[in-house]
């Protein structure tokens, strides 16, 4: 009779478990969608997700703080920088997922952190105002040639998607030319760094500069027309190109997560990041936040896709220098006064 | 031995563990004063320190004249003339004191952006063209300026009027009679007697001003308070923080120590004998006008421009709308408000009661030591308090095998509520003992010669007494809180904001248009406050 019942509390015990119903998510994407794409996993697994969103470097902080009893089950950022900060100070756990490594190219993922979809660093300017011949073949280390003197808009050195851009130059180009390079940006820089990537777009538009550097999603955003007519109006007068084409290619960046160090449910935070590589999911994301996708077989939204989608793309430069640059990188931008 | 135990009592234990709480971010920036500190401090020095000076200064100067001229201008017109929308204007222009700074930096940000609000009532009436060359730029530091200043002239508007209520019509007439314009006797009468009060309400405007954050991060501009938080997030070098902590702190409690100065010197200066009210002059015509248009613009741009740019956005974007969000936030704003001010009220009724029973020295001296939490930059005060709750977390892992010390206090209610005491405290305690100043000693006297006791006087004398003076407190208190930014932003728990931390959220990362609705809310929330109390506040100050 004990026999029964204590492995009747046993399998109810598991039972419980099983339907344990939630997953603690410390996220830094910046997307409205992705509520959407939360309640998406709910309803096809019951997993309640519990959302704390912040800007990486504070969810880090938070993180280390609590330690041990933290219950965070799942980090993902918004820049691959933020997963190298995040192995570094041993945030994720290892884990063993077959349909992750199966999903996700080598490059974009590691034994701690896997990628959700990828983002392009672009340049963008106004035929109006600048041919397209001088623009065609650019190359990130161009945006210090004087002959743009006081016409490029790029955000402020904060912005970790500059400083991951600046350390992908550093790998490749060295501190000491990197640092050169810098200065030239700065001297040909239309106004001070203000505002966020689309405020850069827009002042290539209203001609206020002739290039600007932005990320890849936020001209489809625009283009979209869910940041209402006027930016969709000014986004058609804009173009784009991809960087270093003739070379290594176009810096890229990741969003990405892995599953955190002391997660109270380990189970449904896999189920969680393997649910983000679906193909329901995939699909989601590039048609709302308009990124590339991580995996095979899902194309990008037409709105970012229409400027072409086989270009080169960086492969060379490993994602963990974001990393291991960064202070270097921000430390080398604010001496040339960025 | 009963003799002993009755000095224990309960006064004074609780004002030690009061005071013990506000040390606390007072005690980690002196413990990490003398730590190393990375390369990031030798970098600073090298480029950027100067500048970070630079900017908080400019900032302070601007955000400083500015007030002056609004608050002082407007104080001066409505409490010497009558005038078209005179007494709409004592008591609107205090709506001001809802928006807080970033909110109208993000009001500014969207009017005068490329393709902004702007352009488009631009292109709406006048047709397409490319108005965005000829649209100004105000953003960076004359932004920054703005937006606190706006948000901040409020304080010396207050305390001015409290002080030109108290002017002798006999002074104005002696000057009168000596042959003074307007302007003279203004210049030489007027201001030089509520000098104090103009004095105490740009000290507080100065102590707000250098400890925002949010305004100025928005703005990019770079200022000490920027170069903390950066040491802290991006150097991760807490050492360097907390220097750069102390050294803008000795700044602000010079300031401080300024402001109490003159506070206590106004007592002096209220006329007894031969005191006449001041007889308001009735204004017509252009002078008239040009007044009411001074206050109008105040008013509108401080107050109806920020709220129209935000209804604007709502408007053009309906889906932000969230009903359901909106009543978690307020449910999560009201829940902390309630939490905090009751903690406040009734600590601050312990220790104010405490000091008027027994006159202990020690309680006094802890209503003025707790002004440091008030004075203290919230960015500062939360890291500090969870680099504190490490320390003890270790402490008591270590030595007495007791583990969980941090969970109490980083991401659950009680420790934002915590922090929000250390913050508040002064303010609700100073309150509540500005309202037992005043109530006579010989009161208490009576009543218990009636055979009340000291709970029953509590009750039946002191509550109805000081209920102005609670009801002022406690709306003080709603509008700070739930303003409030960055220590809610630290220390908050899974799953929850506020109106405040959800608005910085959309702005942050690219969603600006999205601050609409908790922006709309949380003025709409804070307005509500102000409205409650605005008898109360106008007689309180």
Redesign the interface.
């Known amino acids: 009779m004990k026999k029964t019942i204590i492995v009747g509390i046993f399998v109810i015990s598991n039972l419980c478990s099983a339907f344990s119903a939630e997953v603690?998510l410390y996220t830094s994407r910046?997307y409205?969608s992705d509520t959407d794409l939360y309640k998406k996993f709910t309803d096809k697994t019951g997993i309640k997700v519990?959302?704390?969103?912040?800007?990486y470097?504070?969810l880090e902080?938070?993180l280390l703080?609590?330690?041990?009893?933290s219950?965070a089950d799942v980090v993902i950022t918004a820049d691959a920088a933020a997963l190298g900060s995040a192995t570094k100070k041993e945030i994720f756990q290892k884990i063993k997922s077959e349909t992750l490594n199966s999903k996700i190219p080598a490059i974009y993922r590691s034994a701690y952190w896997y990628g959700i979809s990828k983002r392009a660093r672009l340049i963008y300017y106004n035929p109006e105002n600048i041919s397209p011949n001088i623009v065609k073949n650019l190359n990130y280390e161009d945006l210090a040639n004087p002959m743009f003197k006081k016409r490029i808009v790029i955000r402020?050195s904060?912005n970790v998607y500059n400083q991951s851009l600046v350390s992908s130059l550093i790998e490749n180009n060295g501190l000491s030319k990197t640092s050169k390079w810098a200065e030239g940006l700065v001297s040909n820089m239309a106004r001070?760094?203000?505002?966020?990537?689309?405020?850069q777009i827009?002042?290539v538009?209203?001609?206020?500069a002739d290039l600007a550097v932005a990320n890849s999603y936020y001209i489809a955003l625009m283009l979209s027309g869910k940041?209402?007519p006027?930016?969709q109006?000014?986004a058609k007068k804009v173009q784009l190109i991809f960087p270093n084409q003739s070379n290594r290619g176009t810096h890229m960046n990741i969003s990405g997560g892995g599953v955190a160090k002391y997660a109270p449910n380990k189970e449904n935070a896999i189920k969680f990041l393997e649910f983000l590589l679906t193909k329901d999911a995939q699909e989601h994301i590039v048609n709302n936040s308009f990124e590339y996708p991580m995996i095979a077989g899902v194309q990008p939204n037409k709105l970012i896709a229409q400027f072409g989608t086989s270009f080169k793309q960086d492969s060379k430069t490993k994602m963990t220098s974001y990393y291991n640059n960064q202070?270097k990188a921000?430390?080398l931008m604010?001496?040339a006064?960025w | 031995m009963f003799l002993f135990l009755k000095n224990i009592n309960l006064w004074l234990i609780s004002s030690i563990c009061i005071s013990l709480l506000v040390a606390i971010p007072i005690f980690v920036i002196f413990s990490g004063f003398f730590g190393e500190t990375s390369n990031y401090l030798a970098v600073l020095s090298e480029t950027f320190l100067l500048e970070y000076i630079t900017n908080t200064f400019l900032l302070l100067i601007g955000v400083l004249s500015l007030t002056f001229i609004f608050g002082v201008g407007v104080a001066y017109f409505v409490s010497f003339y009558t005038f078209p929308g005179s007494q709409f204007f004592t008591w609107a222009i205090i709506l001001s004191f809802a928006v807080p700074g970033y909110i109208y930096a993000y009001s500014l940000t969207a009017f005068f952006a490329n393709y902004g609000t702007l352009f488009s009532i631009l292109t709406f009436l006048f047709g397409e063209a490319n108005y965005n060359s000829y649209i100004p730029r105000i953003d960076s530091l004359l932004g920054s300026i703005f937006s606190i200043s706006f948000s901040l002239f409020v304080y010396v508007y207050l305390l001015t009027r409290a002080l030109f209520v108290y002017q002798s019509q006999n002074m104005i007439d002696a000057g009168r009679n000596m042959g003074f314009s307007s302007y003279n006797i203004l210049k030489k009468i007027i201001l030089p007697s509520a000098k104090p009060g103009i004095v105490a309400g740009l000290s507080l405007v100065a102590m707000e001003c250098i400890s925002d954050f949010g305004t100025v991060e928005f703005f990019n501009v770079e200022t000490l308070t920027t170069a903390i938080y950066d040491s802290w997030i991006t150097f991760e070098d807490l050492n360097t923080a907390n220097i750069l902590s102390f050294y803008l702190l000795i700044f602000i409690f010079i300031l401080f120590y300024l402001e109490r100065v003159s506070r206590s010197r106004s007592r002096f200066n209220i006329p007894s004998k031969g005191f006449y009210k001041i007889e308001k002059t009735k204004l017509t015509g252009t002078k008239a006008f040009l007044i009411f248009l001074f206050c109008f613009l105040i008013f509108f741009t401080s107050f109806v421009f920020p709220l129209l740019q935000m209804i604007y956005w709502l408007i053009k974007f309906p889906g932000s709308f969230d009903l359901k969000s909106v009543f978690t936030l307020s449910l999560n704003s009201i829940t902390v408000i309630a939490i905090t001010c009751l903690a406040l009220i009734v600590f601050s009724f312990v220790v104010n009661y405490g000091i008027r029973v027994t006159d202990n020295k020690y309680l006094k001296t802890l209503t003025n030591f707790s002004i440091s939490g008030y004075a203290i930059p919230g960015v500062i005060l939360s890291v500090t308090v969870l680099t504190f709750s490490s320390y003890v977390d270790q402490f008591l892992k270590d030595y007495f095998f007791i583990s969980g010390f941090k969970t109490l206090i980083i991401g659950t209610i009680f420790g934002l509520t915590v922090a929000y005491f250390i913050r508040f405290f002064s303010l609700a305690v100073n309150g509540i003992k500005s309202g037992y100043e005043k109530l006579n000693h010989s009161l208490d006297d009576a009543s218990y010669l009636m055979g009340y006791s000291k709970i029953g006087t509590f009750i039946k004398v002191h509550i109805p007494f000081l209920k102005n003076n609670l009801i002022l407190i406690c709306m003080l208190l709603s509008i700070d809180l739930i303003k409030e930014l960055p220590i809610t932003l630290i220390l908050r728990p899974y799953n929850f904001e506020t109106f405040a931390t959800q608005a910085y959220n959309y702005a942050s990362q690219d969603m600006l248009e999205y601050t609409a609705i908790p922006s709309l809310f949380l003025i709409l929330f804070a307005s509500l406050f102000i409205m409650i109390s605005k008898r109360q506040i106008l007689k309180g100050f």
Do not use: C, F, M, Y
């Open positions: 603690n910046h409205q519990n959302v704390i969103s912040s800007k470097e504070v902080k938070r703080s609590e330690g041990k009893s219950k402020k904060s001070k760094p203000k505002g966020n990537d689309r405020d827009l002042a538009a209203a001609g206020e940041k209402g006027e930016q109006a000014a202070k921000l430390t604010k001496k006064g």
